[in-house]
């Protein structure tokens, strides 16, 4: 979907700036057939048809049923404008951007007509209250921002506190996408917490919490597509850098969001209908986690009715279908691949480990053989000598050393002449 600004009637705006130049091209064109005749409005296809004549070649590089939303009011397009070809297929169709602040907000039914601007949690819904199972349509996702998650959902014994959502790391500027179609209900600053956040309540009964904002680039009460940018993300507010705050509620009641989105795949836990358990709920004031499932309890997926498509929409259902099959199939390779190499990796690192213990331990064990070696030639070596004292004779040596005399004057070539001294260092063994 291309969008287009234009002022009401056939006066295009002189600011192009965004635009492609066949987008450019287009509005000039629109501007020459219609925008001579003060009187005409061009919201009709005859004349549309009568002005136009042959439209330029840039046409046919556009896919049939093509929409330019343009910027102006809702009650000044009397009709949208509807461009054809020649052979009158319809290659534009031109619709004003939602302006006007609904009668009836999304999901209002589930919240009982209650729409406030000033607080996330309004409503005052105890979990007994809601009905045991609660079916969510969850078609027409968009992830909120790609990222890893720094922080997950649960109690925080280290603050003594729930953290009521998803933490995921971005960098400040980043933008930040609404999860589903839905309805701006708050933008607020909460200093002490969520900093810039906004609030969105979607036609599938969720609403979705985005905290930690730098800007806030919608307004209260505005609608908001699955995957439109709603602000840019930031550190505002009680945070440690730059992140994503996402919550996700149900009539005020949080939810882990990570059993609804996979944040590392960057999609759907489970497609289509879910049913949420009293279980899932964090009931206000809990102290303790509630059991987290690793997968909802029912998933129920949405098909489109075939019987009403032409053969081109139906080939495309199926081409899309066996797409999205076959890139789950891929990435469940990607993931098995990945494990199965990471648990290589563990065991050469065990194997590695293994080795490196065997190897220190051989050379602390020969280390230690050859210390003891040493000990023993270094006593085997004192051994052999002995340090002569106060009142010993030749003989009294001899004699503590069981050797003769004549032997111990042999190993140390002495004669009969020979006195010993006091502190002489003499051989008593070969």
Known sequence: MAFLPMLAGAQMIADTAGLTPEEVAIGMYIEAEVGDDEDFEPYDIADIDEQGGVLPLLFQGYQVGDTLVVDIPKDKLQERIIIRTPDGVVV????????????????????????????????????????????????????PHKGRVTSHFGWRPRFGRWHYGTDVGLRTGDNVLSAWRGQVRVCGYDAGGYGYYVVVRH??????????????????????????????????????????????????????????????????????????????????????PAPVQTKLPEVQEILPDTTVMTPEELEAFHQERQAKA???????????????????????????????????????AEAKKKAEEERKRKAAEAAKWYVVREGDSFWSIANKKGISVAELKKLNRFNDKTVLHPGQKIRVKK
């Open 92 to 143: 534009y169709r031109l619709q004003p951007e939602p302006r006007n602040k609904p009668k009836v907000h999304p999901a209002d039914s589930i919240y009982q007509g209650v729409w406030t601007n000033y607080r996330v949690n309004p409503y005052g819904v105890e979990i007994a209250s809601l009905p045991d199972t609660v079916r969510v349509d969850l078609t027409g996702f968009s992830l």
């Open 203 to 288: 036609d599938n009964g969720f609403e979705t919490v985005y905290g930690h904002l730098s800007k806030i680039l919608v307004e209260e009460d505005q609608g908001v597509e699955a995957g439109e940018v709603i602000g840019r993300g930031g550190s505002t507010g009680h945070s440690t850098g730059p992140h994503l705050h996402f919550e996700i509620r149900y009539r005020g009641i949080t939810i882990n969001p990570e059993l609804i989105i996979n944040f590392d795949r960057g999609d759907l836990q489970n497609e289509g209908i879910v049913l949420l358990t009293h279980n899932m709920f964090t009931a206000k004031g809990q102290k303790k």
């Open 326 to 364: 076959e890139q789950r199939a891929r990435e469940e390779a990607e993931r098995a691949e990945k494990a199965r190499q990471a648990e290589i990796a563990r065991q050469q690192a065990a194997e590695r480990a293994k080795k490196l213990a065997a190897e220190k331990a051989r050379k602390e």
